[in-house]
T-cell receptor
């Protein structure tokens, strides 16, 4: 079967750095995606890792280790607007995504 | 471009009633998906389609049927609604290429009494 594990909640203060982890167990792994979802809204794509290493997009970075079946999303210079749920998702066979249960990030001032 | 749209936005059903949720996309995407989201459960894939006329089962397909008669539309049907199907339903579409970024619709909030 397949499973993804994410911490349920993370709290941080404005300006800080936060790391949200994701471990997965799956077959047919093509890559690891990250999505952001604000309360009541639709998920939106943040990043994708197909190969080991770090991908950086502005304040967001995502890391993948295929040998460890592990990845993380790193957010720097946290802002209040970053308060949201963050989902990792495994790309299976290049088509369907299997999502984790998500990490709720709360940023306080 | 409207992106991905979903109809209706809200619906309340009684147990045993049927309904169809409509998803439309104007990005010429080949792949379309239906997910349900329950509190604390993340997004779970119900069914998906890799092209017009094709459908495939996802993680939680029981109690749902789908059809993809036109490339731009993906319909999700509930033949006999149950309270366990109370959820928020999201449709998404993608090219299926590269990072396979999925574009989501705004969701449909369904309550089954």
């Amino acid at each position: 079967g397949q499973s993804l594990e994410q911490p349920s909640e993370v709290t941080a203060v404005e300006g800080a750095i936060v790391q949200m982890n994701c471990t997965y167990q799956t077959s047919g792994f093509y890559g690891l995606s990250w999505y952001q979802q604000h309360d009541g809204g639709a998920p939106t794509f943040l990043s994708y890792n197909a190969l080991d290493g770090l991908e950086e997009t502005g304040r967001f970075s995502s890391f993948l280790s295929r040998s460890d079946s592990y990845g993380y999303l790193l957010l720097q210079e946290l802002q209040m607007k970053d308060s949201a749920s963050y989902f990792c998702a495994v790309n299976q066979a290049g088509t369907a995504l299997i999502f984790g249960k998500g990490t709720t990030l709360s940023v306080s001032s | 471009n409207a992106g991905v749209t979903q109809t209706p936005k809200f619906r309340v059903l009684k147990t045993g009633q049927s309904m169809t949720l409509l998803c439309a996309q104007d990005m010429n995407h080949e792949y379309m998906y239906w997910y349900r989201q329950d509190p604390g459960m993340g997004l779970r894939l119900i069914h998906y389609s890799v092209g017009e006329g094709t459908t495939a089962k996802g993680e939680v397909p029981d109690g749902y049927n789908v059809s993809r008669l036109k490339k731009q539309n993906f319909l999700l049907g509930l033949e006999s609604a149950a309270p366990s199907q109370t959820s928020v339903y999201f449709c998404a579409s993608s090219t299926g290429l590269g990072n396979n970024e999925q574009f989501f619709g705004p969701g449909t909030r369904l309550t089954v009494l």
